[in-house]
């Protein structure tokens, strides 16, 4: 019988151990704190599409590949590292028109090949001059245009700390208000970063033949917002 006793009061006195070191001894204030930096954007993504359709496959795919050409050509005039240029895998599709009434029986367009196009610009005082060429190399699409920070991880660790410091004042502050103090921390639990870009005018969507301006769209940079939040918890005394 003792053995059989036995390995229920290890796993007893385990349990007990367990929730002795989940359980504080003492009442615990949780707050949250929370800090922003801001940052000037230091580098533009440029996410492009080329795409053509044409009836003959192979006239379809030399058009579309035209388009990159131009595409990589200015990247050069650029003076872009081709580190900083990627083009993705040609993708094929069969467009047909749509059935109508007086149509019922859809129509055969052509194929449309595409190809898609990420370009790195680490000059930013460029980017407006540089989109405005990009509209001219037969680019049909910009899927966006983002403004990011190299500084982004030590930026994002800037706002961790400041946001531990928040954390503290608050606890310290709502503790005095009901006369007690706090102690040491018994958690911290960082919440997930949040970047966000503020400023840009620049929208994503399609270009048609004779849709843009030969003067150049302007570009806001704005600045880029980059939080830290934590939970944590003291010991209130």
């Known amino acids: 019988m003792l053995h059989k006793l036995l390995p229920l009061a290890i796993l007893l006195a385990f349990s007990l151990h367990a929730h002795a070191q989940t359980a504080p001894d003492r009442p615990l204030i949780t707050v949250t704190g929370q800090a922003e930096i801001m940052a000037v954007p230091d580098e533009v993504v440029f996410n492009l599409n080329a795409t053509t359709v044409d009836k003959d496959l192979l006239t379809a795919q030399r058009k579309t590949d ?7 050509a200015l990247a050069r005039k650029y003076q872009i590292p081709a580190t900083q240029v ?4 040609i993708s094929l599709d069969e467009r047909y028109s749509e059935a109508t009434a007086t149509r019922p029986s859809r129509v055969f367009l052509g194929y449309a090949v595409s190809k ?11 980017a407006e001059a540089l989109l405005a060429e990009i509209f001219r190399t037969g680019i049909t ?3 966006s245009v983002d403004f990011r920070t190299t500084q982004s ?3 994002r660790d800037q ?3 400041l946001a531990i410091k928040a954390a503290h004042e608050k606890a310290s502050a709502l503790a005095r208000e009901i006369g007690q103090s706090i102690g040491k921390a018994h958690t911290i639990v960082e919440q997930g970063p949040d970047a966000r870009r503020y400023a840009s005018n620049v929208s994503s ?3 048609g033949e004779g849709t843009f301006s030969e003067e150049p769209s302007p570009i806001a940079l704005g600045q880029i917002s980059i939080t830290a939040r934590v939970v944590v918890s003291f010991e209130l005394k």
């Open 66 to 72: 035209e388009v990159v050409t131009n595409v990589l």
């Open 86 to 89: 990627q083009t993705g895998y």
């Open 116 to 126: 898609s196009i990420a370009i790195i610009l680490r000059d930013v005082s460029k």
């Open 141 to 143: 699409r910009i899927n």
């Open 153 to 155: 991880r030590k930026l």
């Open 159 to 161: 706002a961790r700390l």
């Open 205 to 207: 969507g399609f270009i």
